[in-house]
DNA sequence: TAATCCAATGAAAACGTTTGCAGTAAGCAC
DNA sequence: GTGCTTACTGCAAACGTTTTCATTGGATTA
């Protein structure tokens, strides 16, 4: 290939033996005799020889990489996912390729399409708020190539999952409102047709209905989004036209629009409204007030997904397991925003 | 490899013709009787034939693949270079790999070693601040693999640079305060063994020495990290201490941890103290005040840095050209924080 | 009829590696 | 000297492609 590579061959011609002896002697393999081992060795690192990992991938069928498919990167909760990934994928041997969609469906196709062709051993995808069909996905199970969900999932398709308890964290954050004397909780989500924001949503509402407080839906909104401009945006009329005394957001990018929004009209927080969030960005620690927020373990799903992913590449079991979906607690964080 | 994946000699065996015949008409070679060529395309379409990837590659020596070496990942400018080089790359049919050192030097080194081995066509690396020594660049250079830094770039190396003109942000960030007044302007930066930092560090000097300001050693402090904590810490005792009206920070991060402490100490900002940091990033934009900082063109970086690289990559002059530097230009944001 | 040509196809090598099998030489026992 | 083991090494196939060169059979030409 590139000039200056060396190759088995080229140590096998430079010492008058066949490339078989030289692969085996760089493999301690004791059929060889130890002088020649030694010789081996010796040159292999005089020239540096690394083994050529395509070569090795061809032979082997396995390319000891994994693919990663996300919507975003610019993105914490992904950024962390991503490093959960490789933290458990480095430990094992394996690269890693990141996609990112930029939430687009046709993007999504690609690159699914493009980490068919035998480029990676197995799948890690989070699949974009605009893709409505999973044909692309369905491949994999038809190839054998292992594939795992992670946070938004599709139901279509049956096989790994690694999701946060979305209900239960929209429930606590929606009931640590309430036991914190609140009694109009606004809701402002992302996109409602994710999964992950309908069960928050279903959260608030339980929540909501537990306390014996009707739900008004002047008071929710979906936005298409999760970030600061969504949320300022269509946080205004609720915030602005009536008397809410609490305020759970799908993001903490959203809290943060809405709070810029309450703060502009003139409102107090937490005293006149309490806000909770959903993430933990770093930015819900710096921005005043603090925000209460709901810590989602990013870097536990990444680690997880790493780890069921490589479990069904290394162990192909000839009869499926059943497939598992792994729920993750999430934890809620009290900071000022909330203090009533 | 894996059951249900359709290889070439498949279709071939199956339509009684020869791999090499089947090969001519996925190719569309005219060479190919034309009935034969549409049978062939047919019955591939029907088992979704997807050529190997590995064994194209091997064949090649190509693997239409980029490594990328980032220090961190967690970071909106790196997200934002690996967007500007997706971009680039994506539209030039190459793929991503890649591996964040979490800061580490042996995390580097491994990285490097492994991208070395023939799974990549190119590098793209930003070396981490505690790495002093390179050798394990000096392969590639070696290998003939061709190598691009961007950001943080070392000097012993001779290759692609994309870079920033660090300087020159900082001599414009430092002047900004000048000009809206400030006579004691502090100085809260990055690790100053990073050249970035060492040329940021030097603008703001020599805008001081331009406006016949003369330095004062009290008043700059160079963090370990560029974070919000270090910010916090290290610009306790300036702030507290002495009587600044102005403040360059390397990061935002360090600005906004700087300017709690301004907040804290009961200063009001800007009039009191004006503030600027230095990347853009949106926290910039929603804190409050909001603050005037040093927009980074990373997606730029990223896409000037993957077009050097691929174009190093496709047309490897055998008298290799001079090695380019780029040096991209930055902007300065002014927003409330400056705004005496 | 034989020589020539063209269109279509196949055989084989190559990329770098591993590995089952076969082979060689030396040493030993009889 | 014959036969058997032992210790080591090489050959060749295989992974899935592409591509050079050779081959085939039929048609055309002299």
Redesign the pocket.
Known sequence: ?KKG?V???DIAFEL??????V??A??DNP????S?RKAVKELAKKYN?Q??FT??S??S?KTKTLGIIIPQIVHEFFAQVIRGIEDFAYGKGYNVIISSTQESYEREVIDANALLTGRVDGLLACISRTTENYDHFKQYDERNIPLVFFDCICDEINTYKVVIDDFNAGFTATKHLISSGCKNIAYVGGPIKLLINQDRYKGYLTALSEAGISENPELVVHCESGDFEDGMKHSKKIVQGSTIDGLFAGTDMLAIGAMKNIKETGLMIPKDVAVVGFSNWSISEIYEPSLSTIDQPGYKMGYKSAELLIDKIENPSSEPKPYETVVLQTELIVRESSKK
Chains 1, 2 share one sequence.
Do not use: Q
């Not at 059929?31 to 130890?34: D, T």
């Open positions: 290939m590579t190759t088995i061959k008058n033996i066949s490339p078989s002896t692969s085996r760089l493999a059929l060889v005799r130890a020649t020889y083994p050529n070569a090795l061809l032979r069928n």
